[in-house]
């Protein structure tokens, strides 16, 4: 099982892109799928989740009303929209997901999820 993260890229500040992560080799209907970051000298940071069993969405403040989570139950796929992008939002994003659901509690945390993709990188320059 190896989720696949794309559409990274490098944008001015204000731009918008959208990143994408398929989780092939299996169906994981019942599992949340989330974004996390990483930017350089700094922790892996928690970006947005979806809890696929009933859609709910979940992300840290300073994403909010910029990104949107999405998902695409029929292609095992999930969204990051990202608008308004600032140069802090520059980071690697990998996506993630897990075996089973999760309480909603832990849906943030890097140590719950089992797959992670390889990274896309997204660059904001002022």
């Known amino acids: 099982v190896q989720p696949q993260a794309s559409g990274g890229g490098l944008l001015q500040t204000g731009g918008s892109l959208r990143l994408s992560c398929a989780a092939s080799g299996r169906t994981f209907s019942n599992a949340p799928m989330a974004w996390f970051r990483q930017a350089p000298g700094k922790e892996r940071e928690f970006v947005a989740a979806?809890?696929?069993?009933?859609?709910?969405?979940f992300y840290v403040d300073s994403v909010k009303g910029r990104f949107t989570i999405s998902r695409d139950k029929s292609k095992n796929t999930v969204y990051l929209e990202m608008n308004s992008l600032k140069p802090e939002d520059t980071a690697v994003y990998y996506c993630?997901?897990?075996?089973?659901?999760?309480?909603?509690?832990?849906?943030?945390?890097?140590?719950?999820?089992?797959?992670w993709g390889q990274g896309t990188q997204v660059t904001v320059s002022s």
């Open positions: 993630a997901t897990r075996n089973g659901r999760i309480v909603t509690s832990a849906i943030g945390r890097a140590d719950v999820y089992d797959y």
């Open positions: 979806v809890d696929t069993w009933n859609g709910s969405t």
